[in-house]
């Protein structure tokens, strides 16, 4: 009866643990730490910035860091959330008051992780048919669908939303946070944020996204453990 009952509590473990989300890693809180978790960021985001397409970006990112088995990003689609095109979003995609603009939003996920959120309004008159129809009716993500256009990506506008130490700290502005011993590294849930507008290789605008960046782009073990300084 004991075995048993041992056999049914490891199944409902094992059941939970499926179904729960992934754990994130631990960062220490300390100078050294923070240092490297900017490092990191100031990489993914001059990454982000250096190619068309941040799907295969974050493949790359996915797999440099073993974030999943078989590290490929994978598109979510958010539905019933529908967006109208902001003035400035028309403006930018040369889009006339009586041309249709598209919503598509879409949370970028390896394995479990949630690595990004994107809102993307595109024209679906400058793309194929087959494109438009592979976005309406599957969540495959956008840059892998568009990538035959040879698009070029141009950027709008680039910041960090979190930075783990404080403004000017390296021209003697703020002292380097001290270290707290034990204690882990608060990372927030957003870290990045992109604006973008997608060009097709004749230059024709049919894309403009606002991308997301979440804290876990980071979960991932340090290099320096929390005993250093």
Same mark, same amino acid.
């Given at each position: 009866m ?10 409902v !473990?094992? %059941? ?10 631990? #960062?220490?809180?300390?100078p050294? %730490?923070?240092?490297e %978790?900017?490092?990191? !960021?100031?990489?993914l985001? %001059?990454? !982000? ?6 799907t295969?970006t974050?493949?790359r990112?996915?797999?440099r860091h073993?974030l ?21 979003v028309?403006?930018?995609l ?18 479990e992780?949630?690595?990004?959120e994107a ?42 939303? #979190? ?5 000017? #700290?390296?021209?003697g502005?703020?002292?380097?946070p001290?270290a707290?011993?034990g ?14 507008? !997608? ?23 340090p290099?320096f453990?929390?005993s250093q300084?």
């Amino acid at each position: 009866m004991a075995d048993l009952t041992r056999t049914i509590i490891a199944s409902v !473990l094992a %059941a939970l643990t499926l179904g729960a989300s992934p754990e994130h890693a631990s #960062w220490p809180d300390t100078p050294v %730490a923070r240092l490297e %978790a900017l490092a990191e !960021l100031q990489t993914l985001n %001059a990454d !982000l910035l250096s190619h068309d397409s941040a799907t295969l970006t974050l493949d790359r990112w996915c797999s440099r860091h073993h974030l999943a088995d078989g590290a490929r990003i994978v598109a979510d689609r958010v539905r019933g959330q529908d967006k109208p095109p902001p003035a400035a979003v028309r403006e930018q995609l040369h889009a006339g008051a009586d041309q249709s603009i598209a919503y598509r939003r879409v949370r970028l996920r390896c394995g479990e992780r949630i690595l990004s959120e994107a809102d993307n309004w595109y024209m679906p008159s400058r793309l194929t048919p087959d494109m438009n129809r592979t976005l309406e009716t599957s969540d495959t993500a956008f840059g892998r669908v568009v990538q035959p256009l040879r698009f070029q990506r141009h950027t709008v506008s680039a910041k960090l939303l #979190w930075s783990p130490l404080p403004e000017n #700290w390296d021209s003697g502005g703020a002292p380097l946070p001290r270290a707290h011993p034990g204690a882990s590294l608060p990372i927030l849930d957003k870290v990045i944020e992109h604006q973008a507008l !997608l060009t097709r290789a004749d230059g024709e605008p049919f894309s403009y996204v606002i991308e997301t960046y979440t804290g876990a782009v980071l979960d991932f073990p340090p290099s320096f453990g929390p005993s250093q300084p």
